[in-house]
């Protein structure tokens, strides 16, 4: 479906790659959750995948076209939520209007459900709105189109504690076997619950692709009080109150949800534990 290959890019006047020769596949049905640190491209590389940015060597093909084209059949299957957009002062109707015939997917009655997950009414005016009920009206909009791949840029940055329980349901209502939803955070946990694949870049390129379900099978993340419980662990770390822990699993051990902080720290620092996986 979507097949990154050999994948670079430098911003203009910076000799250095922020990507640099990555290789990457991203299969249907899924949510990835796209992590890494600062300065790492995770939020250029969600505009080389959308065809916004052209890179400087390597390509991005969806659906064996590559998104570099913008053709109308690829831009219709492709939506973006950037971290920071702009929404006219006009009404949702008339955005609506204006937009969603570029989506032959969307549906006005999912919109309408999306709203009530953040508890908008549907004639609300987006001049009118604060940043986070903003961020809300646009993934209703978006979710509502249908695309088969949906990319989200920090899209719970803005929003208040009970709008990212809001999100997590919107998000998990809206997922299916035929729809790939990509979103690069660094709030983590406010996402840990809805993944089903993480994706892990540096600027080298890949640490780590893999489903939550193989994590889950391989590693056991714990908490523990006590320091001797970190001895034979392959990352642990003091924590509030104890420790955090992650251990290889074997087939006795109960599974454990996976702790994708912890999860992150591991793979930065013992790169070659997680390529072993």
Request: hydrophobic share 40%; proline share 5%; glycine share 6%.
């Amino acid at each position: 479906m979507l097949k990154i290959k050999n994948l670079s890019y430098s911003y203009p006047g910076n000799s250095t790659p922020v990507i640099s020769d990555l290789q990457l596949e991203i299969q249907p049905g899924a949510i990835y959750g796209l992590l890494g640190a600062n300065g790492t491209g995770k939020s250029t590389l969600l505009y080389l995948i959308s065809g916004l940015l052209k890179p400087a060597t390597g390509k991005v093909t969806f659906n064996n076209d590559e998104t570099i084209r913008r053709l109308p059949k690829t831009l219709s299957e492709i939506f973006l939520v950037a971290e920071e957009f702009d929404l006219p002062s006009i009404s949702l109707d008339e955005y609506v209007r204006l937009n969603a015939p570029f989506y032959p997917r969307f549906s006005i009655e999912q919109m309408h459900s999306y709203l009530e997950h953040f508890r908008l009414s549907a004639d609300i005016h987006l001049g009118h709105l604060s940043m986070g009920q903003r961020k809300k009206a646009f993934i209703a909009f978006a979710l509502a189109c249908n695309t088969s791949l949906l990319l989200m840029d920090e899209p719970t940055n803005g929003l208040d504690i009970p709008g990212k329980a809001e999100f997590r349901r919107a998000i998990v209502s809206a997922s299916s076997s035929e729809r790939t939803i990509i979103i690069s955070t660094h709030q983590v946990r406010d996402l840990e619950q809805v993944l089903d694949h993480v994706a892990m870049i540096d600027r080298k390129g890949l640490i780590l692709n893999t489903s939550i379900a193989a994590i889950q099978n391989k590693l056991q993340f714990i908490f523990a009080h006590n320091p001797a419980e970190c001895a034979g662990a392959l990352w642990s770390s003091p924590v509030a109150g104890g420790y955090s822990i992650i251990r290889r699993r074997d087939e006795n051990m109960d599974e454990t949800d996976v702790n994708l902080e912890s999860l992150f720290e591991l793979a930065y620092s013992n790169p070659e534990i997680i390529n072993a996986l």
